[in-house]
């Protein structure tokens, strides 16, 4: 469908197309570049950890991650509020996903319902950041974690800069994974990245992202030495052209959540006076950076309706998320039934994405706010 407004638009400039002219005008090192590692020190740094390792998408990322922690079975709580790669990483890695609720606040996972869902199979939690907005109870979730002996991965595959009292997210656990998907906070097209200070964990993600080849030093493709190769492993690798973009992106990240900010500010001041929308979680402690800007409606009548009014009108809103509980294939593999977690499907009923990025006019925002205020009456 051809959106008046769309729920994203990609951020770019023409550095953004250079950076990646650059790689191909090169004619070599369009896998394993140079730009590579680059992209991995600039952003380690950006976030805080003292290792990022790069991914040709948040999902393996995410997949590596739990492999290089030995999560090969047993449980991971994670929450049914997110997309489906959170729960579908785990399965791939081995484990199961045990669901636990999100609190009505931030969308973050409730650490009194994780707290009931450990048992003696549980290896870790993992929390989501949800729509660029810190997870408010994540201290909570570390002492948790840290109580019963377990891994704390964060997801914050759509939270890249959000900050909780000026600590980044995706530096609380022991390891974390921010995406570059297209409608991400920067992207590459697609693309993701691990972030941790544990050494012994950045060097198996590094076996299993290429092939468990041990690295020589040298570049693979411009060496005659035969590698050795250690154990089994995927090509998860990014390429230098996605390096090289994410790298260019990085460099206007403040600017673009200080407009995404922007925004959802302009937003908020214009939806506040709906007595029947909430807007979005964020304060000066929890430093939000609306990758998603996401309200919420008294009840799922309404959430139909503004949405069905607005489609009419050629704007774009999407329900993030359904519960992955209610998904055919948990459903199918893992029993799970409706009723399991009310208050996650009580949340998602009610809730909707309104569209909101960097480039997205003031106007827009007016028309949109017109149309809800027209489905309103
Ligand atoms: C919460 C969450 N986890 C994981 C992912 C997976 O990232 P990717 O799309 O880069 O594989 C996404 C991205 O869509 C996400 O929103």
């Given at each position: 469908?051809?959106?008046?407004?769309?729920?994203?638009?990609?951020?770019?400039?023409?550095?953004?197309?250079?950076?990646?002219?650059?790689?191909?005008?090169?004619?070599?090192?369009?896998?394993?570049?140079?730009?590579?590692?680059?992209?991995?020190?600039?952003?380690?740094?950006?976030?805080?950890?003292?290792?990022?390792?790069?991914?040709?998408?948040?999902?393996?990322?995410?997949?590596?991650?739990?492999?290089?922690?030995?999560?090969?079975?047993?449980?991971?709580?994670?929450?049914?509020?997110?997309?489906?790669?959170?729960?579908?990483?785990?399965?791939?890695?081995?484990?199961?996903?045990?669901?636990?609720?999100?609190?009505?606040?931030?969308?973050?996972?409730?650490?009194e319902s994780v707290k009931e869902k450990i048992t003696n199979k549980t290896k870790a939690v993992m929390p989501v950041h949800y729509g660029g907005g810190p997870c408010k109870e994540i201290k909570a979730l570390k002492e948790i974690a840290k109580d019963h002996n377990l891994l704390l991965i964060e997801d914050t595959a759509e939270s890249l800069g959000a900050k909780i009292n000026n600590k980044m997210v995706g530096t609380f656990g022991h390891s974390s994974m921010s995406s570059f998907c297209q409608n991400k906070i920067i992207t590459c097209g697609e693309g993701g990245v691990?972030?941790?200070?544990?050494?012994e964990i950045y060097q198996k993600l590094k076996l299993i992202r290429s092939h468990g080849r041990l690295e020589m030093g040298d570049d693979y493709f411009s060496t005659t030495k035969e590698p050795d190769y250690i154990q089994i492993g995927y090509n998860f690798?990014?390429?230098?052209?996605?390096?090289?973009?994410?790298?260019?992106?990085?460099?206007?990240?403040?600017?673009?959540?200080?407009?995404?900010?922007?925004k959802a500010n302009y937003f908020n001041k214009k939806l506040s006076k709906f007595g029947n929308i909430i807007t979005p979680f964020g304060s000066e402690d929890y430093y939000h950076v609306y990758q998603l800007y996401t309200i919420q409606l008294e009840d799922n009548k309404s959430r139909e309706k503004i949405q069905k009014y607005?489609?009419?009108?050629?704007?774009?809103?999407?329900?993030?998320?359904?519960?992955?509980?209610?998904?055919?294939?948990?459903?199918?593999?893992?029993n799970y039934r409706r009723g399991d977690l009310t208050e996650t499907e009580e949340i998602s009923k009610k809730?909707?994405?309104?569209?909101?990025?960097?480039?997205?006019?003031?106007?827009?925002i007016d028309h949109i706010v017109e149309k809800i205020e027209e489905c309103n009456r």
């Open positions: 469908m051809n959106w008046k407004i769309p729920l994203f638009e990609s951020y770019w400039e023409e550095d953004d197309v250079d950076s990646v002219a650059k790689v191909i005008r090169r004619g070599s090192y369009w896998a394993t570049g140079p730009e590579i590692e680059q992209l991995e020190r600039e952003i380690a740094k950006y976030v805080g950890t003292k290792y990022a390792l790069s991914f040709n998408s948040g999902t393996s990322a995410l997949h590596a991650d739990l492999l290089a922690h030995d999560i090969t079975d047993g449980e991971v709580i994670v929450p049914s509020f997110t997309f489906i790669s959170t729960a579908n990483a785990v399965v791939l890695a081995g484990a199961k996903p045990i669901f636990a609720e999100i609190e009505d606040g931030s969308y973050g996972l409730d650490s691990i972030f941790t200070d544990m050494k690798r990014m390429s230098t052209i996605s390096a090289s973009l994410a790298s260019s992106q990085l460099k206007k990240i403040n600017k673009i959540i200080k407009l995404r900010r922007e607005l489609e009419k009108a050629g704007i774009m809103t999407k329900v993030y998320f359904e519960p992955i509980h209610l998904k055919t294939f948990y459903k199918e593999k893992f809730v909707l994405t309104l569209p909101l990025y960097p480039t997205l006019s003031n106007d827009k």
